[in-house]
């Protein structure tokens, strides 16, 4: 009797280990996302939007159907954040604050996943989920994710910080009443060069107090 107690000790810790390995940092690859934005007058606009990941470094790519372009650059290693944007055909990199960033993020923080249920898709052959992330304000969002991932870095997604599942579907809508849906629709884990984490050469670097002075 005691060998078979002890045997199934050893068969729940190994099947744990085996939980916690088959849940891995998503440290290099693509998440390519579509993207509904609705206005407060009801007007909706499509776009994509991709987050790329090599190691500590994040590049995020949003691209609206009515030209809106919105690129940002994370170095976790070294906490920096550059926007990259172009203003009457001069190409900026605005470096930002990862403190103010983080600092952000806090009000989403502690927040718990309930109402889970496993379901009956698969999106890139991933095992999906759906459930509700309840925050500390009560607010509620329903979302969809996957737990055979994890982001790599904790800032990745502003409304998740630290996530233990990688969002599939999630929505965020504004107190002035704009809200978008994210939809995955490719999860891709492939290596990737270094130079697209980079800042190109034909943008000029300046501090982000540089950068709203030219827009006064």
Request: aromatic fraction near 14%; glycine fraction near 4%; charged fraction near 20%.
């Amino acid at each position: 009797m005691k060998y078979i107690y002890c045997s199934l000790l050893l068969l729940l810790h190994w099947l744990g280990i085996t939980n916690v390995y088959a849940q891995q940092p998503f440290s290099e690859g693509t998440i390519e996302y579509s993207v509904l934005l609705t206005a407060p007058d009801n007007n909706k606009i499509s776009g994509v939007y991709a987050i790329s990941f090599k190691g500590a470094e994040i590049k995020k790519v949003m691209k609206m159907d009515n030209g809106y372009e919105d690129i940002t650059l994370f170095d976790c290693k070294n906490n920096t954040i550059y926007s990259l944007q172009n203003r009457n055909g001069t190409k900026y990199a605005i470096q930002l604050s990862m403190e103010e960033f983080v600092a952000k993020q806090e009000k989403y923080s502690g927040y718990r996943v309930i109402n889970e249920k496993k379901q009956n898709q698969l999106i890139d052959s991933l095992v999906v989920y759906q459930g509700t992330v309840k925050y500390k304000n009560n607010a509620k969002v329903t979302i969809l994710y996957t737990k055979d991932w994890k982001p790599a870095e904790p800032i990745t997604y502003t409304r998740f910080p630290n996530a233990t599942f990688l969002p599939l579907r999630f929505q965020y809508d504004e107190e002035n009443g704009m809200g978008m849906v994210f939809q995955a629709t490719k999860v891709s884990a492939t290596p990737l060069s270094t130079s697209i984490f980079k800042i190109p050469a034909d943008y000029k670097m300046i501090s982000y107090e540089e950068y709203k002075q030219l827009s006064k």
